[in-house]
């Protein structure tokens, strides 16, 4: 079984959690930004983080002395009745009770000892603050990741706009030396049929990327809080990712969800000490003044007076209760300690998986920038040779579908290494919102 040292491994691997790379497209900065400023859940989260803050005071306040006030007023339809006789000396009194019953009083309470109770109630409420923030980094990290995927979703889909406008610029070249061909008799008319059906294919091919492009950027403007229909300023091309040593070397032990794990164990043990803290003595003074009628002496008329007092209690006997309670807490905080392995594992995977990911990525778009290089000179030397008759306008159409295929397995793959690299910088805890 896999053992971990809690506190002081956190605090170790804190340092080596160094500032991630610079952003490759300010545009994209940018609307991280706005993605950040306009997220639901974001906002619900801030909320979520300034009650806590008032949960907290609202635990601190309890250290404090507290003043209340109580008033009544009560109407006896038969009052009590109190009647002396001694006959022996010839004494007979009758007392009678008051039918109204009237007044205030003020009641000042001060805790001296409570078990402990108070003090942790003000830890517990600084670590559930603690487990707010980190939700909110989650959540931070998700949208900005969120953003990097639409967006270079948003560009890849325009670079693929532009790759059909030049397929079909290059189709449309194509018919056009047919056609000249056709009119001196060089060339089969059937090749002209040839190259107009592929043209037709072109077009349509472009109108799909169009209108695929349009809805990409509707998502990234309903992401980032503008218009739909507005002409959201995107990168012209998808750049090359460049990794920087930082990385390589980042462990990602500042992660937000290794930090919730951590507040999850100090809530666990701040419960312990909680329920514990019931079965331990209790001490209060206080003081008691009131302002009522009847008075003092049974006066009738509204008369003032006072309590001091002290107040102990100590639990003696609950029948296991406490011990009970107590095997509960501790094997809760056991499982928030399990649920940290498991999140560091999680996290160590993460990592890995998003640094192999990346690494595959970056060669695929250096082979795919290769396979295109090459699919452009096939092209270049297909048209030439059919100029010169040496072969058909199939092979040609050919080279031209392969070139166009290449432009868009180059764009896919950049596309695709983006992606991971965004991954990476999530796993990395490395986005710069702050």
Request: with cysteine; net charge neutral.
């Amino acid at each position: 079984m896999k053992k971990r040292i809690f506190y002081p491994l956190f605090c170790c691997c804190a340092f080596l959690s160094l500032p991630l790379m610079a952003q490759q497209s300010p545009l994209l900065e940018k609307y991280r930004m706005m993605a950040l400023d306009y997220n639901h859940d974001l906002k619900a989260a801030e909320k979520n983080i300034a009650a806590s803050v008032e949960i907290e005071k609202s635990a601190k306040a309890d250290l404090k002395p507290k003043l209340s006030g109580a008033a009544n007023f009560q109407y006896t339809g038969n009052p009590l009745e109190l009647t002396l006789d001694a006959p022996s000396i010839g004494l007979s009194k009758t007392v009678e009770g008051k039918q109204l019953n009237y007044g205030g009083s003020l009641s000042l309470l001060q805790p001296i000892y409570t078990g402990g109770r108070v003090l942790e109630s003000i830890r517990m409420a600084k670590h559930q603050q603690s487990l707010a923030s980190n939700q909110a980094e989650v959540l931070n990290d998700a949208v900005c990741y969120q953003t990097d995927m639409q967006y270079w979703s948003a560009v890849a889909r325009q670079e693929v706009v532009s790759v059909a406008e030049d397929f079909r610029n290059s189709i449309a070249a194509l018919v056009k030396t047919i056609k000249e061909r056709v009119e001196v008799g060089l060339v089969d008319p059937q090749d002209l049929l040839m190259a107009e059906v592929k043209l037709n294919e072109a077009e349509y091919q472009l109108l799909q990327a169009q209108s695929n492009f349009e809805t990409g950027r509707m998502a990234l403007n309903s992401m980032i809080g503008v218009r739909l229909e507005n002409a959201t300023e995107l990168d012209d091309q998808i750049p090359m990712v460049v990794i920087e040593d930082s990385v390589w070397l980042s462990t990602g032990a500042e992660r937000p969800e290794i930090r919730m794990a951590y507040d999850r164990i100090r809530i666990a043990e701040s419960t312990k000490k909680l329920n514990d803290s019931q079965f331990k003595p209790q001490f209060y003074v206080g003081i008691d003044g009131s302002y009522s009628s009847p008075g003092y002496n049974f006066k009738k008329d509204l008369d003032p007076n006072y309590a001091v007092y002290a107040k102990v209690s100590v639990p003696i006997f609950e029948w296991g209760k406490r011990k009970s309670e107590k095997r509960a807490s501790s094997f809760r905080v056991g499982m928030a300690e399990d649920n940290l392995n498991k999140v560091m594992d999680q996290v160590e995977l993460e990592i890995g998986v998003a640094r192999k990911a990346l690494s595959q990525a970056i060669e695929r778009v250096r082979l795919s920038e290769s396979s295109l290089a090459k699919a452009e000179e096939n092209e270049a030397k297909a048209v030439e040779r059919y100029n010169e008759g040496k072969v058909s306008v199939v092979e040609v159409i050919d080279a031209q579908t392969y070139r166009q295929t290449s432009q868009v397995n180059y764009v896919q793959a950049k596309a695709a290494a983006q992606g991971h690299y965004s991954e990476l910088i999530k796993a990395l805890h490395g986005y710069d919102y702050r």
